[in-house]
């Protein structure tokens, strides 16, 4: 599986920003999908995850209420739409699949490259 994010950009604080992320190879509906990011100097932070189904969703409580995921199986993309964005929120943001487990497990199969949000104050 091959996964591409695409959508970063520069954004002012408060704005808004669609991430993409497309998959080619393999069966894009079976996965569990996840975004993560990882900001200069800093680990890599898990963001929010979507099940094959897209009906359970998980987020980390820095993003909760701002940012939304989800996922068109026939386009074989995961979205994230990030609101309210703040300049802690600049990183570089990855998408990853899964084969198996929940949407709160942290392992993950496949990872794309990333794409890079700044959020400038």
């Known amino acids: 599986v091959q996964l591409q994010a695409y959508g970063g950009g520069l954004v002012q604080a408060g704005g808004s920003l669609r991430l993409s992320c497309a998959a080619s190879g393999g069966t894009f509906s079976s996965y569990r999908m996840g975004w993560f990011r990882q900001a200069p100097g800093k680990e890599r932070e898990f963001v929010a995850a979507i099940s094959w189904s897209g009906g359970t969703i998980s987020y980390a409580d820095s993003v909760k209420g701002r940012f939304a995921i989800s996922r068109d199986n026939n386009k074989k993309t995961v979205y994230l739409q990030m609101n309210s964005l703040k300049p802690e929120d600049t990183a570089d943001y990855f998408c990853?699949?899964?084969?198996?487990?929940?949407?709160?497990?942290?392992?993950?199969?496949?990872w794309g490259q990333g794409t890079l949000v700044t959020v400038s104050s």
């Open positions: 990853a699949a899964a084969l198996s487990g929940s949407v709160y497990s942290m392992k993950y199969d496949y």
